[in-house]
Structure formats: C-alpha cells, structure tokens
C-alpha cells in the first residue's frame, strides 16, 4: 500500500502560480504511475496530469495543457503539480493518485489510492 499526503494549495489571483506536491509512503513510489484530478464545486471529480511510473511520460487535460507541469521526485518520494497562469476555473480540491502500473491512466477509476485533497482557490 502507499499512503498520499497532498500540501501546496492556497488562494492566489488570476494569473498566479501555485505549486502542489503530493508526499508518498509506504510501498515503494517508484512503484506507482501518479495523477492528478480535481473537483469543483457541483462538478464531477476531473483528470489533470499523469506521470508514468519511470517519469517519462507525462499527459494534460486540454484545459490546463500550457499551463501546468506534473513531474515526480524519486528520492524524495514526491510528485508534484506546478500551475502557472492560474484562472477562477481553475478553482477545485486537488488530489493526487496513484495506480500501480508503468503507466497512468485518464479515469480515475483506475487508481486504486487517493490523498485527500488540497483546496486550490483562484480569485478574480
């Protein structure tokens, strides 16, 4: 099993950065292929960014592709979001996964642990 503890989250103005991280323990990390998702409010919970098991391969929701960077930290047991350019829909509680495969998939119904989320607020 692994356990995931997600930090980072925060208000910040429109056009603001943030960086979210996304500590692991437990089983081994390198174990694990990571994601992101989101929820905002009275929306369903939606995919962000993955990162394959290795750190190689990296995918975006068109809605953030440009803006926001998953990568991961072997030695440090981490993986982390950076979001640039934020906007108000970017607002939503942020949750990393994890998914024991070589590579991350889209649905968050593959993922098998959850952190239990970070708020993330974007102000006008």
């Known amino acids: 099993q692994v356990q995931l503890v997600e930090s980072g989250g925060g208000l910040v103005q429109t056009g603001g950065s943030l960086r979210l991280s996304c500590a692991a323990s437990?089983?081994?990390?390198?174990?694990?292929?990571m994601g992101w998702f989101r929820k905002a409010p009275g929306k369903e919970r939606e995919f962000v960014a993955r990162?394959?098991?290795?750190?190689?391969?990296?995918s975006y929701a068109d809605s953030v592709k440009g803006r926001f960077t998953i990568s991961r930290d072997s030695a440090k047991n981490t993986v982390y979001l950076q979001m640039n350019s934020l906007k108000p829909e970017d607002t939503a509680v942020y949750y990393c996964?994890?998914?024991?495969?070589?590579?991350?998939?889209?649905?968050?119904?593959?993922?098998?642990?959850w952190g239990q989320g970070t708020q993330v607020t974007v102000s006008s």
């Open positions: 996964a994890a998914v024991d495969a070589a590579r991350a998939p889209i649905s968050q119904y593959e993922y098998g642990y």
């Open positions: 437990g089983r081994t990390f390198t174990t694990y292929a």
């Open positions: 990162i394959s098991r290795g750190g190689t391969i990296t």
